[in-house]
């Protein structure tokens, strides 16, 4: 058999596009970047056009590497909570508001405060954020209302694309979880949510599966970039559930741990399940299933902070194999550099260090700042424990995941087997993974991930120091806790 599937990657600076062959396999990939939109200081937006022109521009790039009349299907991977709105003649109204915009305080405060976490845990499975897209519905309703009065449709970043391409007004379950105006264990809007928020589900986009075929590539795209007309488009889901897809973390209590600019802890459930304290995000699997997810905002980038930014350092390598890994000490570092999100909740939190000695050097020091961002992570892990979750082994991804000194830690702290697997790109892969369900190339999902995702290296817990890790963790907690009561 022949033909190729395209996974596509629409991130928040640039966009990326990977071919795999009709056995998975990466062929080539090609991506470009497109501006960050910054007017007001906490404000960050995109035009949707230019993730459309750059989309195209990747296309004709790939048109020289292949023949795009070939491609099978196509799916998407695509930046979560960002809120793109158009008019009755599909005309964008304003920049796209994107998922790491913090303009929306009051607004969340609102949410939260006046209508109530619980109500907002009862109808969507989540408290509201900053970067969730309701809040942003609102905020529009409140800044702009000759712009709110113009919406015909609301719909997120990667659903714009869909929709260039098909002319189908459409999104998936995966990513529509992360608004605040979908029931996520019904997979339906929530009608509270939408009187709340003043909009009708008529503005909303029809909701599938991450898996769904939902169209075919539109003449006019197919005149512009040489794809078949007949090529198959799949709705394709969120960032973090695509990527989990390209990592197998698809059945009940697996875990995958990102190591990335930020953090994220996530683990695939069978049956819907919600932290009634808001500390996680329930939302639903690009699988059909569901799933708990956790994200700090400072893993590699407190490390950059340390290495780069204090230290001057720029082999990050040289730096960690100076370091002792064997033992724990007692200096603890707090890695909320820019507040946190997961499991705290906290935009008011602060970096920390503790317990300095003259005695310890920069090479402890850097040790506690991993450590930090490790117990960060730890943190959210603890939550899914205490909703009744076991784990084996967690999957790690992400640039920290070349470090084997990291991901023995990990080992230590989670008290798990840690592994690495064949991709170092899971977001595009997962998008193939689906492009090929949705194509029928597989029957499902599951059976994708069995075939084309394996563990690599494996990593097992040092049980010794995982317990010394238990009680420098507790120490981290009461330092925070404190940290918190000098706030009052």
């Given at each position: 058999?022949?033909?190729?599937?395209?996974?596509?990657?629409?991130?928040?600076?640039?966009?990326?596009?990977?071919?795999?062959?009709?056995?998975?396999?990466?062929?080539?990939?090609?991506?470009?970047?497109?501006?960050?939109?910054?007017?007001?200081?906490?404000?960050?937006?995109?035009?949707?056009?230019?993730?459309?022109?750059?989309?195209?521009?990747?296309?004709?790039?790939?048109?020289?590497?292949?023949?795009?009349?070939?491609?099978?299907?196509?799916?998407?991977?695509?930046?979560?909570?960002?809120?793109?709105?158009?008019?009755?003649?599909?005309?964008?109204?304003?920049?796209?508001?994107?998922?790491?915009?913090?303009?929306?305080?009051?607004?969340?405060?609102?949410?939260?405060?006046?209508?109530?976490?619980?109500?907002?845990?009862?109808?969507?499975?989540?408290?509201?954020?900053?970067?969730?897209?309701?809040?942003?519905?609102?905020?529009?309703?409140?800044?702009?209302?000759?712009?709110?009065?113009?919406?015909?449709?609301?719909?997120?970043?990667?659903?714009?694309?869909?929709?260039?391409?098909?002319?189908?007004?459409?999104?998936?379950?995966?990513?529509?979880?992360?608004?605040?105006?979908?029931?996520?264990?019904?997979?339906?809007?929530?009608?509270?949510?939408?009187?709340?928020?003043?909009?009708?589900?008529?503005?909303?986009?029809?909701?599938?599966?991450?898996?769904?075929?939902?169209?075919?590539?539109?003449?006019?795209?197919?005149?512009?970039?040489?794809?078949?007309?007949?090529?198959?488009?799949?709705?394709?889901?969120?960032?973090?559930?695509?990527?989990?897809?390209?990592?197998?973390?698809?059945?009940?209590?697996?875990?995958?741990?990102?190591?990335?600019?930020?953090?994220?802890?996530?683990?695939?459930?069978?049956?819907?399940?919600?932290?009634?304290?808001?500390?996680?995000?329930?939302?639903?699997?690009?699988?059909?299933?569901?799933?708990?997810?956790?994200?700090?905002?400072?893993?590699?980038?407190?490390?950059?902070?340390?290495?780069?930014?204090?230290?001057?350092?720029?082999?990050?390598?040289?730096?960690?194999?100076?370091?002792?890994?064997?033992?724990?000490?007692?200096?603890?570092?707090?890695?909320?550099?820019?507040?946190?999100?997961?499991?705290?909740?906290?935009?008011?939190?602060?970096?920390?260090?503790?317990?300095?000695?003259?005695?310890?050097?920069?090479?402890?020091?850097?040790?506690?700042?991993?450590?930090?961002?490790?117990?960060?992570?730890?943190?959210?892990?603890?939550?899914?424990?205490?909703?009744?979750?076991?784990?084996?082994?967690?999957?790690?991804?992400?640039?920290?995941?070349?470090?084997?000194?990291?991901?023995?830690?990990?080992?230590?702290?989670?008290?798990i087997k840690v592994t690495t697997i064949n991709t170092s790109d899971g977001g595009t892969l997962g998008a193939i993974i689906l492009a090929m369900v949705g194509d029928g190339r597989y029957s499902s999902v599951q059976e994708a991930c069995n075939d084309l995702v394996k563990d690599v290296d494996e990593y097992y817990p040092n049980l010794e120091l995982h317990q010394k890790y238990e009680l420098k963790f507790n120490l981290y907690k009461d330092i925070y806790n404190l940290q918190v009561k000098l706030r009052k």
């Amino acid at each position: 058999m022949e033909g190729f599937y395209l996974g596509v990657d629409l991130g928040t600076s640039s966009i990326k596009v990977s071919v795999s062959n009709y056995n998975g396999e990466i062929v080539c990939a090609k991506s470009h970047s497109y501006p960050l939109l910054t007017p007001k200081k906490n404000w960050t937006e995109q035009n949707p056009n230019d993730w459309y022109n750059a989309f195209i521009k990747v296309l004709k790039s790939l048109g020289t590497k292949i023949d795009l009349s070939l491609v099978n299907a196509i799916s998407f991977c695509g930046q979560m909570h960002g809120l793109v709105v158009l008019d009755k003649n599909d005309k964008v109204i304003r920049p796209a508001i994107l998922w790491n915009d913090s303009r929306t305080t009051s607004e969340v405060d609102y949410l939260n405060n006046v209508i109530g976490k619980e109500t907002l845990i009862n109808e969507t499975g989540n408290i509201a954020l900053c970067g969730f897209t309701a809040p942003k519905v609102l905020w529009i309703k409140n800044n702009e209302p000759d712009n709110f009065e113009k919406i015909s449709k609301i719909m997120l970043p990667k659903d714009y694309l869909v929709y260039r391409l098909t002319k189908n007004f459409v999104s998936d379950v995966s990513d529509l979880a992360g608004t605040l105006f979908l029931n996520v264990e019904s997979k339906k809007y929530s009608s509270k949510m939408l009187s709340i928020l003043g909009i009708k589900e008529e503005q909303l986009p029809e909701i599938h599966e991450s898996y769904d075929c939902v169209g075919n590539v539109c003449k006019q795209v197919s005149l512009i970039t040489g794809l078949n007309p007949n090529c198959k488009v799949v709705v394709g889901g969120g960032d973090q559930a695509v990527g989990a897809i390209g990592t197998n973390t698809t059945q009940n209590n697996d875990l995958f741990i990102s190591l990335g600019t930020s953090g994220v802890v996530f683990t695939s459930i069978d049956s819907y399940k919600f932290d009634k304290n808001g500390r996680v995000h329930a939302f639903d699997h690009a699988n059909g299933k569901y799933l708990l997810m956790g994200c700090t905002l400072s893993c590699a980038a407190s490390l950059n902070w340390w290495l780069k930014d204090i230290l001057r350092v720029r082999n990050y390598d040289r730096e960690f194999s100076k370091i002792d890994f064997s033992s724990v000490s007692d200096i603890v570092f707090l890695p909320y550099l820019c507040g946190e999100r997961s499991p705290i909740n906290d935009p008011d939190a602060k970096g920390y260090f503790a317990n300095l000695n003259s005695f310890y050097k920069r090479d402890e020091m850097t040790k506690a700042v991993v450590e930090g961002i490790t117990f960060s992570l730890y943190d959210i892990y603890k939550v899914y424990k205490s909703l009744g979750l076991s784990f084996e082994k967690a999957r790690v991804i992400g640039g920290g995941s070349k470090n084997k000194k990291w991901l023995q830690m990990l080992a230590d702290t989670f008290g798990i087997k840690v592994t690495t697997i064949n991709t170092s790109d899971g977001g595009t892969l997962g998008a193939i993974i689906l492009a090929m369900v949705g194509d029928g190339r597989y029957s499902s999902v599951q059976e994708a991930c069995n075939d084309l995702v394996k563990d690599v290296d494996e990593y097992y817990p040092n049980l010794e120091l995982h317990q010394k890790y238990e009680l420098k963790f507790n120490l981290y907690k009461d330092i925070y806790n404190l940290q918190v009561k000098l706030r009052k």
